[in-house]
Nanobody, 126 residues
Framework: QVQLVESGGGLVQAGGSLRLSCAAS????????MGWFRQAPGKEREFVAA????????YYADSVKGRFTISRDNAKSTVNLQMNSLKPEDTADYYC???????????????????WGQGTQVTVSS
């Protein structure tokens, strides 16, 4: 089992920045690719970003490319999401997720991740 706990959400004005963090515990962190997803009220969950176990590969949704940066620190068992130039449409609950490396490579599909955090709320005001 892997336990994931997100933090860093909050209220920010459009154009501002937030940094989300996800702390993992329970298993060897470097055995997992990590992803961030979000779900806005009344909408389906959507992929935001993913990072490989080594940190060498990243992948972003088109809607956040150039504004968000995913990173990880395997020594600290954390994955971060730096969000810049935030827009009202970025308002959502943000979730980090872990995918075992033995299950395959990076993926944008939430159902291919094995563990999820409880989420942190991000609200961007216009």
């Amino acid at each position: 089992q892997v336990q994931l706990v997100e933090s860093g959400g909050g209220l920010v004005q459009a154009g501002g920045s937030l940094r989300l963090s996800c702390a993992a515990s329970g298993r060897t962190f470097s055995n997992y690719h990590m992803g961030w997803f979000r779900q806005a009220p009344g909408k389906e969950r959507e992929f935001v970003a993913a990072i490989s176990w080594s940190g060498l590969r990243t992948y972003y949704a088109d809607s956040v490319k150039g504004r968000f940066t995913i990173s990880r620190d395997n020594a600290k068992s954390t994955v971060n999401l730096q969000m810049n130039s935030l827009k009202p449409e970025d308002t959502a609950d943000y979730y980090c997720a872990a995918r075992r490396t033995d299950a395959g490579g990076l993926t944008v599909h939430g159902d291919e991740y094995h563990y999820w955090g409880q989420g942190t709320q991000v609200t961007v005001s216009s």
